[in-house]
């Protein structure tokens, strides 16, 4: 069961990432996420039928962590000059510009607004998108529309 | 489009930074360092009650003092520790199943739940060490004066645990809200 679990997660460790991108302000706080998403995903295995896709399986677990584990408020610590790249966490990488641009624009989005536009941008169908999150599928456009008009106007 | 840019991006975050040995490590929790401390910290706090339990008849003359009070004071520790212990391995588990509002609805009912409970042991424990301490004191004005100090210490704890609570309680309920609101 560990070697599948491994597997599994290792081919779709991006949807974990991109979840953490959304949801968290820091590397460190996305790191403790990642591991903290990680761990639920391995408790949850066990009863992961596959009646659905993995991918779906793992944004429900991903998104459920981000909304629901408590994070404390810290001080924001703000570092003026780069640090040398040795010092470097190994699991931090330079994300592009256009990647930083594009996860600043949602993490201005609500919680629930961040989960649907995941799901949307990774090419889920409206009706998916509704299973996963548990709103209409109707309220799902009429959200889609609203937030694609909010990142529009943030990434003018 | 705009969007099928940013869709295109999206696609390219985030792909296969982790090995199989480092995402391993992230299913035991000795390698996550918060919940490890969390985890540590109930264990130390569970080993210093159970030693109290086990002192306390003769270390603060428990026999001098009314029965009434040495059994409220076993009985709310015991509560002290269960508890904790149960809230320990429920918050753990935030998942419920179904898809993500429904299990944020199941969520925030069990934070209410174990809020209550956590808050009411936490007040009963805090009452039984005040009354054994206080039971067969000859009271003054001066040790009135302390016993009203710690009555309004354990009030204050117990409001700011709760405050703690609630501003969690609340954040659930502000994303279901979120998901649900049709006007914005």
């Not at chain 1, 591991?35 to 066990?46: D, R, S, T, Y």
């Not at chain 1, 009706?127 to 990434?155: D, M």
């Not at chain 2, 904790?84 to 509002?101: E, M, S, T």
């Not at chain 2, 004191?137 to 210490?153: A, N």
Request: hydrophobic fraction near 45%; charge should be positive.
């Amino acid at each position: 069961m560990e070697k599948d679990f491994l597997k599994i997660v290792e081919l779709n460790q991006g949807i974990i990432y991109k979840v953490c991108k959304m949801y968290r302000d820091s590397r460190e706080d996305q790191e403790d996420l990642f591991q903290e998403i990680v761990l639920q995903l391995w408790k949850a295995f066990p009863k992961f039928r596959k009646e659905s896709k993995v991918s779906t399986w793992m944004y429900r677990i991903a998104l459920n962590t981000a909304i629901a584990i408590y994070r404390k408020t810290k001080i924001e610590l703000e570092f003026k000059e780069s640090i040398p790249k040795e010092y470097h966490s190994k699991y931090i990488e330079t994300p592009s510009e256009n990647e930083e641009r594009l996860f600043e624009a949602i993490r201005t989005l609500n919680k629930a607004e961040r989960a649907i536009i995941a799901l949307y941008l990774e090419d889920y169908p409206y009706n998916e998108i509704a299973k996963i999150t548990g709103i209409t599928e109707n309220y799902v456009g009429v959200k889609i529309s609203r937030i694609k008009e909010k990142l529009k106007n943030i990434l003018k | 489009m705009e969007f099928d840019y940013l869709k295109s991006n999206w696609k390219k975050t985030g792909q296969g930074k982790k090995n199989q040995t480092e995402l391993l490590m992230m299913t035991k929790i000795k390698n996550h360092p918060n919940i490890k401390r969390m985890r540590i910290k109930l264990i130390i706090e569970t080993i210093l009650i159970i030693v109290f339990l086990a002192v306390y008849y003769d270390g603060f003359d428990g026999a001098t003092k009314p029965l009434w009070a040495n059994l409220l004071l076993i009985v709310t520790t015991t509560l002290y520790i269960i508890v904790r212990f149960i809230g320990w391995f429920v918050l753990r588990n935030p998942i419920k199943g179904g898809n993500l509002k429904k299990s944020l609805i199941g969520f925030q009912y069990t934070l209410k739940r174990m809020s209550i409970l956590i808050l009411l042991t936490s007040l009963l424990f805090g009452t039984a060490i005040i009354s054994f301490f206080t039971s067969s004191i000859e009271f003054t004005q001066g040790k009135y004066f302390v016993l009203v100090g710690m009555i309004i210490s354990l009030i204050l704890l117990i409001y700011l645990s709760s405050r703690n609570w609630l501003k969690r309680i609340e954040g659930i309920k502000k994303t279901l809200i979120e998901f649900d609101d049709i006007t914005d």
